[in-house]
């Protein structure tokens, strides 16, 4: 009996890893929790990305030290300035978008006293982006490991990745805890879609065609982009003067992206 995995059950596969990414968005549902308590969920989210930043830059660096390890110079160049051209677009491309829709913002308050993204929506946005280029390379490994016929390691990488995409999801709502109101569902539907839709997309492209070079160039984009969040998160723990709750949330939120790699690491061995 063959133990390949179809193509409709691997894309099915990659749907589930990217929808557990729903299950932390629905925090977003709560009501603006106490100052403090804001200031322990913007730490731990810091934590959690801090985390995810070490993960993406090592699945962008082993395409690189693999080819270096088979003296292939040209391919280790090619990779290595899509690393670091990977991380400036990363980063650069939010800094722009970010100055361009304040700009944008601005200019409909001149209209309009009420404008549908805040500054805490539009952060959340810039999470959702990053993460979702995240989920593409790691769609792009379920789709090659289960093209390949790997199934065990098909299955691991789906548990894990589910795993990782349930915290990730909390990361994403985490500007959100200080604002008035609660997200609404389909602002929650819309950041799901965002982060955790490219996970099917990078399935797809991962079973009909597999590049280590192309997924050094999106886990470069994701790290970048998470660099420029994790800097506007410290700016918010500084502005809600969070003293020793950021510390704490930053060790949390450290441990709870730790131990989901651990569960994973134990379910392979």
Do not use: C
């Amino acid at each position: 009996m063959s133990t390949q995995i179809t193509f409709a059950n691997t894309v099915l596969l990659g749907f589930i890893a990217g929808a557990t990414i729903s299950l932390g968005l629905l925090l977003g549902r709560m009501k603006a929790p106490a100052p403090r308590f804001r200031a322990l969920l913007n730490a731990i989210a810091i934590g959690i990305l801090i985390f995810l930043f070490v993960d993406v830059l090592h699945g962008a660096v082993e395409p690189l030290e693999a080819a270096i390890d088979t003296h292939n110079h040209g391919l280790a160049l090619l990779r290595t300035v899509l690393l670091i051209g990977g991380l400036a677009v990363g980063i650069l491309g939010l800094v722009g978008y970010d100055s361009w829709s304040k700009r944008r913002r601005a200019k409909l308050t001149e209209v309009s006293e009420e404008t549908d993204w805040t500054p805490a929506a539009r952060m959340s946005l810039l999470l959702a982006v990053g993460i979702g280029l995240h989920n593409f390379g790691e769609g792009l490994a379920i789709g090659s490991s289960a093209h390949s016929g790997a199934v065990s390691l098909t299955t691991v990488l789906v548990v894990g990745f589910a795993l990782h995409n349930a915290t990730e999801g909390f990361g994403i709502i985490a500007p959100l805890s200080g604002a008035s109101e609660r997200a609404s569902w389909k602002f929650l539907g819309l950041m799901a879609i965002i982060s955790g839709g490219p996970t099917t997309l990078g399935t797809i492209v991962g079973w009909s065609w597999t590049s280590d070079t192309l997924s050094v160039a999106f886990y470069a984009l994701a790290a970048g982009s998470i660099i420029y969040v994790v800097a506007q998160l410290f700016t918010v723990a500084q502005r809600q003067k969070a003293g020793n709750l950021l510390f704490y949330g930053i060790i949390i939120g450290i441990s709870t992206g730790l131990l989901t790699e651990l569960i994973v690491e134990l379910a392979n061995a």
